[in-house]
């Protein structure tokens, strides 16, 4: 290699090791160094005022191996909240990604771009909208006197529901306003990647005399394989995770919906919040998080045995 060429490719990688900078900062400081805390999860912490968080969780605190963990699995509220956890994680992974690619085909198929464009506006918008939004704008639809559901059942002769005291109504409400909030941006990531599509396939399908939905299952859906399998990969990885605002800001944190509210996140902050206790909320979250590792990585290695250009 001339030195000309190899001082080019010094200089062409320090510039992007430069661009990289702010993000591998943001990730030393808020992703790597609070990896200590990891030490909570197996340390029954006695803080004593006064001592600094380091000395007080390795000088004061006692080793307790894995009795937070035994504590949490013997908990009777932990068969509930895995059940509830797992249960919507899994209508999730589905509904992410039947619906956003139903909607992705559809939208690219449309000709006009006014309407295309207004569909694709209408369905992104809720994604940034926060959740504290999204539950008092559920409140004012559900609340129990001045609530727009209520008046229009007593319009029709019905009674009023306290929707905030009836559990039985909020495993669809809470399925339904996370599609209503997601949808439209997994979409777009469809469609992003829909519009990569090599066009002479489908012109190719067209002079075979394939119609829309032959183009749909012998093109298009082979040509999403990759993107599908990722956020298959990434969902699946994540099983055990749940959005904490869909769960404890969207039903107001209410006491009577909790069977069917409490999932893992919701545990770990009310452990943490309300009880201050660091070291089962540690623990909670420690197994949340090596159980997705390991889900992640089995995803992975199924994906690439059945497919190995799908694969992370």
Same mark, same amino acid.
């Given at each position: 290699m001339r030195p000309h060429r190899r001082k080019d490719i010094r200089k062409e990688n320090r510039d992007l090791m430069l661009m990289s900078l702010p993000a591998m900062v943001w990730y030393i400081l808020f992703c790597y160094l609070p990896l200590f805390g990891v030490a909570f999860a197996f340390k029954r912490f006695t803080p004593v005022p006064g001592k600094s968080l380091f000395v007080n969780l390795?000088?004061?605190?006692?080793?307790?191996?894995?009795?937070?963990?035994?504590?949490?699995?013997?908990?009777?509220?932990?068969?509930?909240?895995?059940?509830?956890?797992?249960?919507?994680?899994?209508?999730?992974?589905?509904?992410?990604?039947?619906?956003?690619?139903?909607?992705?085909?559809?939208?690219?198929?449309?000709?006009?771009?006014?309407?295309? =464009?207004?569909?694709?506006? @209408?369905?992104?918008?809720?994604?940034? +909208?926060?959740? &504290?939004?999204?539950?008092?704008?559920? #409140?004012g639809f559900l609340a129990t006197n001045e609530g727009q559901v209520n008046h229009m059942l007593r319009f029709f002769g019905e009674g009023a529901v306290q929707?905030?005291?009836?559990?039985?109504?909020?495993?669809?409400?809470?399925i339904l306003t996370e599609i209503w909030k997601t949808t439209g941006y997994s979409m777009v990531i469809y469609m992003c990647a829909i519009t990569a599509v090599d066009r002479s396939l489908y012109e190719s399908a067209t002079l075979d005399g394939a119609g829309f939905w032959d183009k749909v299952r012998y093109v298009t859906i082979p040509q999403l394989?990759?993107?599908?399998?990722?956020?298959?990969?990434?969902?699946?990885?994540?099983?055990?995770?749940?959005?904490? =605002?869909?769960?404890?800001? @969207?039903?107001?944190?209410?006491?009577? +919906?909790?069977? &069917?509210?409490?999932?893992?996140?919701? #545990?770990?902050?009310?452990?943490?919040?309300?009880?201050?206790?660091?070291s089962y909320s540690a623990a909670a979250s420690f197994l949340q998080s090596t159980v997705g590792c390991i889900l992640l990585i089995c995803a992975n290695t199924v994906v690439k045995k059945i497919d190995k250009d799908s694969g992370l």
């Open positions: 390795f000088a004061n605190s006692k080793w307790v191996g894995l009795d937070n963990f035994s504590f949490l699995i013997r908990s009777s509220q932990m068969p509930q909240i895995i059940f509830n956890t797992l249960f919507y994680n899994l209508i999730f992974l589905v509904t992410g990604i039947v619906l956003p690619v139903f909607l992705a085909i559809v939208l690219t198929e449309i000709h006009g771009k006014h309407v295309s =464009g207004m569909v694709q506006m @209408v369905t992104v918008l809720p994604y940034f +909208l926060s959740w &504290v939004i999204v539950g008092y704008c559920l #409140y929707w905030y005291q009836s559990p039985k109504y909020w495993r669809v409400i809470l394989h990759p993107t599908i399998s990722t956020i298959f990969i990434l969902s699946v990885g994540s099983i055990l995770a749940s959005d904490f =605002g869909l769960f404890y800001q @969207v039903p107001l944190d209410s006491n009577s +919906l909790q069977p &069917v509210t409490q999932t893992l996140d919701v #545990y770990v902050y009310k452990a943490l919040m309300q009880q201050a206790n660091f």
